[in-house]
């Protein structure tokens, strides 16, 4: 699992991207709220751990951004303000879990690791979108009600679209979620599962792919 660690004390971030490795866990270091934004937008993320107090703004203001816009993962706020109105403005705002500094990392790994038990059981078991049926239990795919047989790989990648409705996915972007690997540009191969998908799932109701490709930038499905 990803996790973003947003917190300029460089030692302390690095302590607890190190911390956070050795626990199995894949873990990006930034420093500031615009590298934050950036990091998001690039790539997924399965959960937050956020500075409050950062170089060029609050950590709160970029919570409240990401709760706008549909990012529903865990977040932990740390804080050397650990006053309790600081908390619950920070719960408010979206805040999965608060600890003042200074920490225990021990505690803060159990509750990232509780946090993300919970939402792992919470996740969708099931998508309809545009006529397309998808039960993640059965692994079972339907189109206008008729069955349709997926690879183990398309049926990843359908589920990625279909979890993410309107929204544009670069090739990075799916190429982590689906290879679990950088993007190499010099590679068609996203391009060519996309095609193969296509040519399983029905057009939609103008005679074009239902996955449409937005030129220079990745794909979306409307």
Known sequence: MKILVVEDERK??????????????????????????????????????????LPDGSGLDVLRRWRQSGFSEPVVILSARG?????????????????????????????????????????RTRYEHAGIGMDLLSRKVTAAGQPVDLTGREFALLELF??????????????????????????????VYVKKLRTKLPNGTDGTPLIRTVRGTGYVLP
């Open 12 to 53: 302390l971030g690095q302590f607890i991207q190190k911390g956070l490795q050795e626990a199995a866990y894949t873990a990006t270091l930034v420093g500031t709220c615009a590298a934050a934004e950036d990091a998001l937008a690039e790539s997924h993320y399965d959960a937050i751990v956020l500075d409050i107090g």
């Open 83 to 123: 006053q309790v109105d600081d908390r619950i403005t920070g719960l408010n705002l979206g805040a999965d879990d608060y600890l003042p500094k200074p920490f225990s990392f021990d505690e803060l790994l159990a509750r990232l690791r509780s946090l993300l038990r919970r939402e792992s059981k919470q996740k």
């Open 162 to 191: 279909l979890a993410n409705p309107g929204r544009v996915l670069t090739r990075t972007q799916i190429a982590e979620r689906i290879w679990e690997t950088s993007f190499d540009s010099e590679t068609n191969l996203i391009d």
